[in-house]
């Protein structure tokens, strides 16, 4: 790079823009190209103020709810509501299963066959009833009607087997029970 003295600069022109090469640039064109630009980082500035400014005002809006309160107000209340309801959760899972559990051994299945026992009777006065829980656990009924009277009979019912032999009747209602689930 070769330093320009002032006899070798031409008249008008800068010794810098001489040694970046641009010596026979006219002064007044740069300044215009810099006023444009200036002007236009003006008017950026201005959009981007204006912008902030839109975004400010709906960001303050959004930090202050219907009744003033602040949005951390408003998540705090929302957090400890969480907390609670994760809690009461808790609470009714434990009640659900207590229920269920007592609700086991409860009648949940029934069985009705209503039959005539002897067929010179009619009327189907005889009758079969099963009573289970969930894990077909209960007992069986059955009432034999006859012109000498009534007869009723029982037989415990475990797993939906009974350790007495069944009539086909209370096979059938023991069926139908274990149906009904």
């Excluded at 026979?24 to 950026?44: H, T």
Aim: charge should be neutral.
């Amino acid at each position: 790079m070769m330093l320009l003295t002032s006899e070798t600069v031409p008249a008008g022109a800068s010794r810098l823009f001489n040694a970046i090469g641009l010596g026979r640039l006219d002064i007044g064109w740069l300044f215009v190209v810099m006023l444009l630009l200036l002007i236009a980082v003006v008017v950026l500035l201005v959009l981007t103020m204006r912008r902030y400014s839109d975004l400010k005002y709906r960001f303050d809006r959004f930090m202050m709810g219907k009744r003033t309160a602040s949005l951390e107000d408003r998540m705090t209340d929302l957090i400890g509501d969480v907390e609670r309801l994760k809690q009461d959760s808790k609470a009714y899972a434990n009640d659900i299963d207590l229920l269920f559990s007592k609700h086991e051994g409860a009648i949940q299945k029934v069985g009705l066959l209503k039959y005539d026992a002897f067929k010179e009777m009619g009327g189907n006065l005889s009758f079969c009833l099963a009573f289970l829980d969930e894990k077909d656990n209960g007992v069986m009924l059955n009432t034999v009607h006859s012109n000498t009277g009534s007869y009723s009979y029982t037989k415990r019912i475990k797993a939906g087997k009974c350790d007495i032999d069944l009539s086909p009747e209370e096979q059938e209602t023991l069926r139908r029970a274990t149906e009904n689930a």
